[in-house]
């Protein structure tokens, strides 16, 4: 396999502990023989046993980033040797596909999927990429890697087509599309060298759970600390929206104008601010000068969250590239970097894919699959930004 093979064999044997133990204690949940894993326990372990980069604070086409790997971590039920699971949503471009129907289907899905598998490469410095399979079967856990490939458009073919989902095929996988819910699927198939762990499944866990903590004598030490992790640690493990406070340790700002999107009214990003500040008039400006608007509506709900203007601080990136920015412009509505243009390079150049003088669109936003992006809060003097998905900043503000 080729991610777990390039793994020491300590940390691959503590890896299936973990599975193991984890398993055994399946009928806490469920009563099924097959092996009950919830998806973001296997996500966690994953990353806690190879020391990978969690991914779960950010909606992104990974789960983990290791020595260049992108990992998709998936736990699913088997049932034979292959598995239709969900790989994407396409819910944003739903009305444009249900006027499509056949290849013409098939291409616009690969077009959408493609782009946002490059964009998160983008984001994250990935030069790799591997699904991590974690299947439970009757009484075992089969672990296995498939290769997370990019669809390719010239050799789709049509396997089938309903009333309700398109499936397809190119010269690697299968596809299933769903109409009603937007959802693209992929086969996954269980290949020979899966790592097969034989699960006993604990009869009575909540008995034995209740017998650790009420052993006085061997276990009246026992404390659950907080483990205070520093910047690093805290971009890599801490940072689940889940675990933070609105407001408090992070804030969503759109990507867009605010009233524009709200009345449905194009641009949906300004044409001469913001994002595309450089193409203002009024004087010769550069390429890339451009800012993230902070709406004054976050000022006012969360007035402590950002420094004062003009003050400088680090703005981590997804990849652990750390820019210079402050906020600044009249009433602090603009997240800038020190220099100007190194903020462009990143998102525009860099994430999006845009050529200096290219305006960005909303549509572009919709592509790569968000429209927003989230600053979370270390301390006064170090934050970090990563991307959310579409519609994240009206879920976050009317919270």
Known sequence: MKFIKTQGDESIQEYLRYLKTIGSFSNLFSSSIKPYIQYRVAENIFCK????????????AYDAIIDGFGVGIKTFILSGNSKIEKVAEFNSFSAELRTLSGLNL?????????????????????????????????????????SYDLIDLNSIEIISETKSSLKFRDAINEYNFNFSKSVLMKRFDVPSDALVIDISIITDPLEVLLNVY?????????????????????????????????????VILPLYSVKAKEALKEPIVPLKSQLNQWNAGGRVRDPGEVYVPIPIKIHKEY???????DVQFNLRLPSGETLVSKVCQQNSKALMTNPNNALSDWLLRRVLGLKPLEILTYFRLEEVGFDSVKITKIDSSNYLIDFASIDSYELFINE
């Open 49 to 60: 046993a190879f020391e990978a980069e969690n991914l779960a604070r950010a909606d992104t």
């Open 106 to 146: 098939a291409k616009r899905l690969a077009h959408y999927r493609n782009e946002r598998i490059l964009t998160a490469d983008n984001i994250y410095n990935i030069t790799d990429r591997i699904y991590h399979i974690v299947g439970r079967d009757d009484n075992q856990i089969k672990v296995f890697e498939t």
């Open 214 to 250: 009420t052993d006085q004598d061997k276990y009246k030490d026992l404390e659950i600390q907080t483990t205070e992790a520093n910047l690093g640690d805290k971009a890599i493990i801490t940072t689940e929206t889940d675990d933070l406070i609105p407001g408090i340790d992070y």
């Open 303 to 309: 007035p402590d969250f950002f420094p004062d203007r």
